[in-house]
Every structure is written in C-alpha cells, then in structure tokens.
C-alpha cells in the first residue's frame, strides 16, 4: 500500500504523523509511519470480514463460532437474527463510522451504511427497537421466543415476545444515536425518516401529566399481552414469609430507571438538539429532569427505585417505588439511587439551577444508612467486595436479598426475605457505591461561584443557538453529557506502536480476531422436566439444569454432573472487535 494520505471525513487531508519521505516511497519497516500504513490497511480487512463475513444483512449480534455454526447474543441467536443491544448492531456500526472519520476510507463507510440499513429493517414501525431482531420473519422470531428464550430461566425479558419497542439496555438509544450520525454524516435522506421516527418515538413514549410526567416506560407502546405474573411452581420450597413474584404487575408501563433510560433518552435528544438544531427538544428534556427529581422518596429513605408507578396501583399512589423483575423487589436500589444522584450533577451542569442539588444530602444520608455489614460481606463471597446492598425494603429500611429454588423455569423459582447468605451470582446481591466521591462531586458544584455557573450554562447542549458537530468518535468510549458542551473535545486515549503492531499481528491473515468467548449455553433440547428440584446446586450459578438455555461461564459451571470446567471457547467478539478496531483509530487519528 502507497498511499500516505487520508481524507478526514469532512476535513482536509491528513498526511500521516512521522513520515515526510518522498513522494511514493515506503517509509522504514517498523516505523511509526509504516505502523500507521499496517494498521489501516488491518482495519480495512477486519472490517471487510465483519461486514461480509461476520454480518447477516449487515446486522450483528454478540459472539460467534468461528466457522458461525452457533452464535450468540445475551442468549444463544439463530444465524438470521441480530442482537439491537449493545455491544450489538448499532455498537458496530458507531465503530464503522468512526473509522472512516479516522481514515476517509469509503470501505468503512459502506459498511456504516449496511449496518444502519439492518437498523431500519429491525425498527419498529413505532419507531423503537426491541432488543432483537430476526430477518427470517416473525414466525421465525415467535419460534425463539417459544424454545430457547422461555428456556432462559434467569432472563425473564426474554420468554414472552412482547411485539413492541424497548428502552431497556440502551437498545433503542444507541441506535437512534446511529441513524442520527449517519444521516449528518452525507445527509442521506434514507436515515431521515427512520431517524425522525425514533425522535418522535421518545416524544410519544414520555409520560404526560400527572407524577408521571417526563418519564419513560420500560417498553413501548403498551399491549394487552404484556406479562404481569411469573409462574410459582412448587411453592413449598419458598421459606416461610418470603415473598415471591412481579409485586406491581406488568412492570413495562412503569416509570424505568433502571439501567438509566432516563439519561440515555436525554442525552439522544440533546444529540439532536445539537446536530440537527431541534430546539422543540428541549422542553421534554426538561419535564424528564423533574420527573426524576419528583420522585426521590422523601427522607429518611431519599432514593429511587429500579421503577415507580405511573399511576396509582393497588391502594399505592402514583409515585411509589414498584417491584419489576421477578428478582427486582419492590423496593429502593442502592445502584439506581447511585445513578440518579450523578444524573442530578448531569442536570444541574445542564440547567445551572440549583433546586437539582437540593435532594443530593438526604439521598447520600440514605445511602451511608444502609451499607452492608461485616457480617454480611463474611458469610456471602459473592458481596464480600461490595459496599452495599442492591435492594433496600420500604419503610423498614432492611436489606432485601433475592433468591431462588429448583433447576430450571419449570420447576424453580425466585423468592425475596431478609437472609444475605446464598444469593444467584447472576444478579448480584451487592453493589459499589462510592458515596464519599458522590459527596466530594456534590460539594464542589455546590461552591460554585455565580460567574463560573453562568459560564458553564453558556456551553450547555441545551442553550445551542447553532447547529454544531458531535463528538467524532462513539465507539472509544460512552459519550456522555460533558462531551456535548460547546468547545469540549472528546479525547482519545493514547495507542503505543508495541499495542498497534500486537493487534496488527494478532489479526494475521484470517482478518478477524479470535478471543476466549466470556460465556457459552446449553443447546435447545425441549422445555426442563417441572418435578420438584430440593437440591441447591444451581442456586447461586448463572445457570441452571440443561434445559436452561441461560448463559453461563464454562470455566465456572453448576458443581454437578453432567457439568464439567471447561475452557472458554475461542471466538469472534462483536465487542472485543469494537475494541481492537476503536484502538487502531485511536493509535491512526488521535484526537489530541
């Protein structure tokens, strides 16, 4: 390859850094300059290979066979289906694009391109996205639903096909995040429509009126067939006054903060505000930051839960903290109040407004009120390195700890009660909460002087008076609310040559990288037998019997036949490809 010149994509031409040799001439073997010509021409390929090779229909799930025989998203996928969840379709795609901001390259454009179009075809026609999606059709997507996703004992999400959109995991986020930057990148009115879809699918999804107002649900649009109960089977295996079950229904039409929909909705419309210069998204912004700050319980329990009520539910008012999962407790989260507290700082650098900080003492108060004891950390491995515990019960203010009974979604179940011993690994029990950093960020915000607020509100995304550019890279790292203020820049972290070139060689001539896969599942082999299981082996495992089609990792199985250690498998990594890619533009085109 002689070629030393790059077209940014919508900048000038970069030469590259360290090479000022003659016009054609190679520069020397191992050097910078020919380590930055290597690693190009290794990105080109690796993403050639994942585009036509790895991709169905430019769509991506999690991890694969090398040879694609099984692949995987959070569950064991068929070969026709993409994953929507990050690390999935649209985490590869944001990496795409970026590699041709970093290069210029049209190679890297294509397939940014044939990745948003496998977004279209997977979006629903309200305008979101579910967590997957088959192009087989639905019958064929129904079939996973029906075999490996209601096998799933641990991923309740999973065993009934809702046939609507979710903000859960980001999913929808991500992807909205993806069609926006395609459609400013040539203004390609293809990802027009779609991208105005989703906007309009945020606006349509948000509350209105009442408690509720400016928040989201869990998915949307709602539908009569939504789950509200899980299956009890063999309940004489549930302690004596244990609780069990979805203690407030259908959990999708509550108002979600778990895994920060909120913050990940604002944040795309501040996207949008700033890219395509939609003020009119300002106003929702601004009723989901009250929303979350409305409900903050009151002191001396002044946290958030995973979900609350959007309306009134069994003598309970609009508002209150509501059970979800059936391993999600109606109860206060310690990691949600964490991340809602953050998401206060977030609001008050947005707004300069200082009523967002008002709520900040009593939540830290609260949550100094119930970390978890000696005794606790002691007893329970699986907590002995965490600070809190996750769910807190209502007025009591004791710690909550899930657990479950059986071998299989046929014969087991979860159940909640105050004993932290033998807790599932695979939805921990304990959470890290550095409250002494959340106070010392609550501290320094709360010193700032008028000026320096003033000046921090005349950068914030939600006073944009122009149009402007968003971060040039996605896949390096999350872009978050700090990297949309004006003049901020997004920079990249620092790739020696000895990393570029191990990756380079490491990538050989196959064009793909191999790495050990983190979990692996049981093939579908029919629905597990619904006879009684006494015995505790798979109580605190990620897995349960084999007809548990939950993900498990092989190097640390049930301790009980037919179950065997087992190395991790090598594979191909959706994620790990985002990785070794985002490096390679890192180590390319630095942003400095």
């Known amino acids: 390859m002689k070629r030393r010149t790059f077209l940014m994509s919508g900048l000038a031409p970069v030469t590259l850094a360290g090479w000022s040799g003659s016009a054609g001439a190679l520069p020397p073997a191992h050097s910078p300059a020919a380590t930055k010509i290597a690693a190009i021409d290794a990105m080109r390929r690796a993403v050639e290979h994942m585009d036509q090779q790895v991709s169905y229909h430019g769509g991506y799930v999690w991890d694969y066979l090398p040879d694609m025989s099984r692949t995987w998203g959070e569950m064991e996928?068929?070969?026709?289906?993409?994953?929507?969840?990050?690390?999935?379709?649209?985490?590869?795609?944001?990496?795409?694009?970026?590699?041709?901001?970093?290069?210029?390259?049209?190679?890297?454009?294509?397939?940014?391109?044939?990745?948003?179009?496998?977004?279209?075809?997977?979006?629903?026609?309200?305008?979101?996205?579910?967590?997957?999606?088959?192009?087989?059709?639905?019958?064929?997507?129904?079939?996973?639903?029906?075999?490996?996703?209601?096998?799933?004992?641990?991923?309740?999400?999973?065993?009934?096909?809702?046939?609507?959109?979710?903000?859960d995991d980001a999913g929808t986020a991500v992807s909205s995040q993806f069609l926006l930057r395609m459609y400013l990148e040539k203004k390609d009115r293809r990802f027009l429509v779609p991208l105005n879809k989703a906007i309009g699918f945020v606006l349509a999804a948000q509350f209105k009126g009442g408690v509720a107002d400016g928040g989201w649900p869990?998915?949307?649009?709602?539908?009569?067939?939504?789950?509200?109960?899980?299956?009890?089977?063999?309940?004489?295996?549930?302690?004596?006054?244990?609780?069990?079950?979805?203690?407030?229904?259908?959990?999708?039409?509550?108002?979600?903060?778990?895994?920060?929909?909120?913050?990940?909705?604002?944040k795309f419309l501040l996207m949008c505000v700033i890219g395509l210069g939609r003020t009119d998204l300002v106003e929702p912004v601004h009723r989901a930051m009250e929303c979350l700050r409305r409900l903050q319980q009151p002191a001396p329990q002044a946290g958030w839960g995973l979900q609350h009520l959007a309306v009134a539910r069994d003598g309970r008012p609009a508002g209150a903290p509501a059970g979800a999962r059936s391993y999600e407790p109606r109860a206060l989260a310690t990691h949600t109040t964490d991340t809602n507290v953050k998401q206060l700082f977030n609001y008050f650098q947005l707004t300069g407004d200082r009523k967002y900080l008002e709520g900040v003492p009593a939540a830290l108060q609260w949550l100094e009120s119930c970390a978890l004891t000696a005794q606790m950390k002691a007893e329970n491995p699986l907590i002995a390195s965490r600070t809190h515990p996750t769910f807190i019960e209502l007025g009591t203010n004791r710690p909550l700890f899930v657990h479950r009974y059986g071998s299989n979604i046929w014969n087991g179940a979860y159940y909640v009660d105050y004993d932290h011993r033998n807790t599932p690994s695979h939805y921990s029990a304990g959470r890290t909460v550095n409250v002494a950093a959340l106070r010392r960020t609550y501290e320094q915000l709360s010193s700032m002087s008028p000026a320096q607020v003033a000046e921090m509100v005349a950068r914030s995304p939600l006073g944009a008076r122009k149009r402007r550019e968003l971060p040039r890279y996605f896949s390096l790292r999350e872009v978050d609310f700090p990297d949309l203020f004006e003049d901020?820049?997004?920079?990249?972290?620092?790739?020696?040559?000895?990393?570029?070139?191990?990756?380079?060689?490491?990538?050989?001539?196959?064009?793909?990288?191999?790495?050990?896969?983190?979990?692996?599942?049981?093939?579908?082999?029919?629905?597990?037998?619904?006879?009684?299981?006494?015995?505790?082996?798979?109580?605190?495992?990620?897995?349960?019997?084999?007809?548990?089609?939950?993900?498990?990792?092989?190097?640390?199985?049930?301790?009980?036949?037919?179950?065997?250690?087992?190395?991790?498998?090598?594979?191909?990594?959706?994620?790990?490809?985002?990785?070794?890619?985002?490096?390679?533009?890192?180590?390319?085109?630095?942003?400095?």
């Open 77 to 167: 996928a068929k070969r026709t289906m993409c994953w929507i969840q990050p690390p999935g379709t649209p985490t590869a795609g944001h990496a795409f694009l970026d590699a041709y901001h970093a290069t210029g390259d049209e190679t890297f454009y294509r397939a940014a391109e044939r990745t948003g179009l496998a977004l279209i075809a997977a979006q629903h026609p309200a305008g979101g996205w579910n967590y997957i999606h088959d192009f087989a059709g639905e019958a064929s997507l129904k079939d996973w639903y029906e075999t490996i996703g209601i096998n799933g004992w641990r991923l309740e999400e999973f065993q009934h096909y809702y046939g609507n959109a979710t903000f």
């Open 218 to 266: 869990q998915r949307f649009p709602f539908v009569d067939n939504s789950i509200s109960s899980m299956p009890q089977p063999n309940p004489q295996q549930i302690p004596p006054g244990a609780r069990q079950g979805m203690e407030d229904g259908d959990y999708t039409r509550h108002v979600t903060f778990n895994d920060d929909v909120a913050g990940e909705n604002i």
């Open 488 to 592: 901020s820049v997004m920079l990249s972290p620092t790739v020696a040559d000895s990393e570029a070139q191990k990756l380079i060689a490491d990538l050989g001539t196959k064009n793909y990288w191999l790495t050990p896969l983190a979990t692996t599942t049981n093939p579908y082999r029919g629905n597990g037998p619904s006879e009684p299981y006494t015995g505790t082996a798979y109580q605190s495992r990620h897995v349960g019997d084999l007809s548990d089609t939950s993900p498990y990792d092989p190097r640390n199985p049930p301790e009980i036949a037919p179950y065997v250690k087992q190395e991790r498998t090598l594979g191909i990594s959706t994620s790990q490809f985002v990785s070794n890619l985002g490096k390679l533009i890192a180590y390319v085109a630095p942003v400095k």
